[in-house]
């Protein structure tokens, strides 16, 4: 195992910047998931990392050594692949064993290493088989497998569960987190899927057009981000924004919408008076109230999932979406009333995108 360390790293495809001045700690044994909308950089990264790509500018240290001019096969790291890269014609065993005979090692260390992976992933009985005879679950089990036996210092994984159906895409976010538990190898794994990071992750990275938006633990980014993109990105379903005024006086602050309606500011919200803001609240922190106090909106959907109901709301122009535990009935152009929680909400800079809650500055 070993910690992994990005240096100002950049690179340009052409006249494309792709990477502009990453900077990323790794703790040994830390899982920590790059995550970004397509065309982030993120897989770029991950194959610099790997040795598929050149650094253009900056170092990339694994277990305090700078790589840069390693070669990919010198650098103790082993990748998963999105399409799995088994060879069709090898069995499962062979597959397997296939960089541990390139590596000429011992033949009994060879299966020593097959018999304990195949064990750790539930392959023993599929030893035999060719990749054809498998299940897309299984394939994806038999690339990690290959991972395993080499015995790296990181593991590398592109975006392995995309390939997936919903159900086993869910059954495979714990086996490979619960492999990594057992392990515990330093492993960086990138996605698009926020809820794979936010599950699987004890760091999140989370890129844009390049560059590192913000990094920390899952909860961390969830509670406290620091601008729109990363409110907007992490939580599903997506945080609600709502344009409007911060105005204050002696008795607080209130953010007033188009539509002479206002809510209290958020308690730790800093910003000027007159000020122009968006107001964010998370579906699943909407309340509903019958009084007729609130955000008045109108519904447009409802979406009821069995462990909660997905209410999708106009205000003015604005889409909101309230997550609720109870069951309701509501139909297409009823009239809701939605209610944030005061002690949940955040306030962001219109022009900046930047948050302008107080717990930024600790």
């Given at each position: 195992?070993?910690?992994?360390?990005?240096?100002?790293?950049?690179?340009?495809?052409?006249?494309?910047?792709?990477?502009?001045?990453?900077?990323?700690?790794?703790?040994?044994?830390?899982?920590?998931?790059?995550?970004?909308?397509?065309?982030?950089?993120?897989s770029?990264?991950?194959?610099?990392?790997?040795?598929?790509?050149?650094?253009g500018?900056?170092?990339?240290?694994?277990?305090?050594?700078?790589?840069?001019n390693?070669?990919?096969?010198?650098?103790?790291?082993?990748?998963v692949?999105?399409?799995?890269?088994?060879?069709?014609?090898?069995?499962?065993?062979?597959?397997?064993?296939?960089?541990?005979?390139?590596?000429?090692?011992?033949?009994?260390?060879?299966?020593?290493?097959?018999?304990?992976?195949?064990?750790?992933?539930?392959?023993?009985?599929?030893?035999?088989?060719?990749?054809?005879?498998?299940?897309?679950?299984?394939?994806?089990?038999?690339?990690?497998?290959?991972?395993?036996?080499?015995?790296?210092?990181?593991?590398?994984?592109?975006?392995?569960?995309?390939?997936?159906?919903?159900?086993?895409?869910?059954?495979?976010?714990?086996?490979i987190?619960?492999?990594?538990?057992?392990?515990?190898?330093?492993?960086i794994?990138?996605?698009?899927?926020?809820?794979?990071?936010?599950?699987?992750?004890?760091?999140?990275?989370?890129?844009?057009?390049?560059?590192?938006?913000?990094?920390?633990?899952?909860?961390?980014?969830?509670?406290?981000?620091?601008?729109?993109?990363?409110?907007?990105?992490?939580?599903?379903p997506?945080?609600?924004?709502?344009?409007?005024?911060?105005?204050?006086?002696?008795?607080?602050?209130?953010?007033?919408?188009?539509?002479?309606?206002?809510?209290?500011?958020?308690?730790?919200?800093?910003?000027?008076?007159?000020?122009?803001?968006?107001?964010?609240?998370?579906?699943?922190?909407?309340?509903?109230?019958?009084?007729?106090?609130?955000?008045?909106?109108a519904?447009?959907?409802?979406?009821?999932t069995?462990?909660?109901?997905?209410?999708?709301?106009?205000?003015?122009?604005?889409?909101?979406?309230?997550?609720?535990?109870?069951?309701?009935?509501?139909?297409?152009?009823?009239?809701?009333?939605?209610?944030?929680?005061?002690?949940?909400?955040?306030?962001?800079d219109?022009?900046?995108?930047?948050?302008?809650?107080?717990?930024?500055?600790?």
């Amino acid at each position: 195992m070993a910690s992994v360390q990005i240096k100002g790293v950049e690179k340009y495809f052409g006249g494309t910047h792709v990477i502009r001045g990453v900077d990323i700690e790794i703790e040994d044994g830390q899982f920590t998931v790059l995550v970004g909308p397509s065309g982030c950089g993120k897989s770029t990264l991950l194959r610099m990392i790997a040795g598929l790509e050149e650094i253009g500018v900056g170092q990339i240290l694994i277990g305090g050594k700078v790589v840069n001019n390693i070669q990919p096969k010198e650098r103790d790291i082993a990748m998963v692949f999105q399409n799995y890269a088994l060879y069709p014609h090898m069995t499962v065993r062979d597959n397997l064993a296939f960089s541990l005979m390139l590596a000429k090692r011992e033949k009994s260390v060879a299966d020593e290493r097959v018999r304990k992976a195949a064990e750790i992933l539930g392959l023993t009985d599929l030893l035999e088989r060719y990749p054809r005879q498998l299940s897309g679950g299984q394939r994806q089990r038999v690339a990690m497998g290959r991972a395993i036996v080499r015995d790296p210092q990181v593991f590398l994984f592109d975006e392995p569960l995309s390939n997936l159906d919903a159900k086993l895409r869910v059954q495979m976010r714990t086996e490979i987190k619960e492999l990594h538990q057992r392990l515990k190898t330093t492993s960086i794994y990138v996605t698009h899927d926020q809820i794979e990071a936010m599950t699987m992750a004890d760091q999140i990275v989370v890129m844009r057009d390049g560059i590192v938006e913000q990094r920390g633990g899952p909860l961390d980014l969830y509670d406290h981000p620091v601008n729109l993109f990363v409110a907007g990105f992490i939580g599903s379903p997506a945080m609600n924004f709502l344009p409007g005024i911060l105005k204050r006086d002696g008795s607080g602050a209130q953010v007033h919408f188009a539509d002479g309606s206002a809510v209290l500011a958020p308690r730790q919200a800093g910003g000027q008076d007159g000020q122009r803001v968006i107001y964010g609240v998370r579906p699943e922190h909407m309340m509903l109230d019958a009084s007729g106090a609130g955000i008045k909106t109108a519904v447009v959907v409802v979406e009821p999932t069995g462990a909660d109901t997905q209410v999708f709301c106009k205000f003015g122009a604005i889409e909101i979406t309230g997550v609720f535990r109870e069951r309701h009935d509501f139909a297409a152009g009823d009239t809701v009333y939605l209610v944030p929680d005061s002690n949940k909400t955040h306030l962001f800079d219109e022009e900046s995108g930047k948050s302008l809650m107080s717990w930024l500055d600790k």
